[in-house]
């Protein structure tokens, strides 16, 4: 495969909107791709990706940045900021977008969206409290794994108006994230319904300074799914085929079409001898419904499986992919039904049922807890703990993992799980692996 086709100059970045539910994340990101329809009047309740792209004219301004969605092609478009009205623009940068829900019971769910971005945008209202547990899990996730953070202050033109809110969301802002994260995060006012605002313009600006991580082209493609679709017309049409349309983030290598990839864990079975056993889903790509599906990207692929006489693979893909990895066959990591952590955990973190910052606990053996790791959410047991090394066993569902990859750690309140802090996979107790092979033509 020639690499070199498959790669843009462009940079690429991916970017998380997170935040309390009814902050406007799901209307920002409708603003940003040129109030292309994107359905903000249904709640966010899993991880949902969308593409766009950042543009500016020649000047260096701010004001001039821009965005659109990604199928807008911007060739005879010319800037329209004062002044600059003749001079043409250029896409800076690609970005993909994953918005997380903001409910305090999916926490979770917000995290694996973190685990999968470069940076992320955290909306807050000044009519909402932005000292709440998703957003304290949120801002302390995305410090501990480095990302790049901007707080954006959603107001309507009734809220800009009273001067005495604002300053006072503004002081609580300001307050919270000091004792969450270790660095100064920039706030940003303004309103996500108007695209023509030059604070819109100024957000653009920030995402396209972004810093974007190196990627690897060269390794065995590697992608965290994030959720996934059954294509109702492919289902109807065929009783072998299952089409299926899958949204998620190529961490490594390239995926091409026509390319046979497996996920893993697939399915997981007990095998004869009582013992869990993973058998990989064998996914052939279709298409590719971006530029490229290159490291560092986050993508839609359509593949098709073969389900002739497997009702349980029929159930398992339509029941959701996400969480799970894809890849190039046999290439992916080992699936873990336990696994060997050094871990950390966070000083404070805030109770939602206290409503105040608390200290957090040590974890002690036998304990539930909740690892994300990718996109894929696993519960387990303490089985040995020492003052910074664990061993978590019984994971539910068993987790394809990589060695060294960084994990969150959460743990059990009420209702809700809440952060309690990160660790490193240092190794584990793999289940054994089966083979399925895509049917030749």
Known sequence: MDIGTQTSPTPRICIGLVGQSATGKSTLLETLLGNEPYGRMEPTLRLKCAYAKIYNCSSSHAECYRSCSRIVDIAEHQCDTPG????????QKHVSFVDCPGNMLYVSTMLAGIMMTDGVLVLSKPSVDFYLAPTCAV??????????????QNCTEEESANKTKIKESLRQIQQFTRLIVSIEVPIVRLSVRDKTSSKIAELCSRINNMSTPEQDVTSPALMIIANSTCDPEGSENSDETLLVTIHGRVMQGVISPNQETEVRPGIVKVGEDGKAVSCPIILKVVAIMEDAAVSGQVVALRAAANIRNDDQLKSVIKGGLGGHVLGQVGSLPAVYSALKVKFSLVRKMFNPYSEELEKVEAIEKDQDLLLTIGAMSTHGKVHSITEDMMVVSALTPPSCARKEERIFI????????????????????????????????
């Open 410 to 441: 959460s743990r059990k309140q009420e209702l809700a799980w809440n952060l309690i802090g990160h660790g490193e996979i240092i190794g584990g107790k793999s289940v054994a692996v089966v083979e399925r092979s895509f049917p030749a033509d």
């Open 84 to 91: 600059h009205e003749l001079n043409p623009v250029s896409v």
């Open 139 to 152: 801002l302390a996730a995305a410090s501990i794994m480095g990302k790049s953070i901007v707080v954006l």
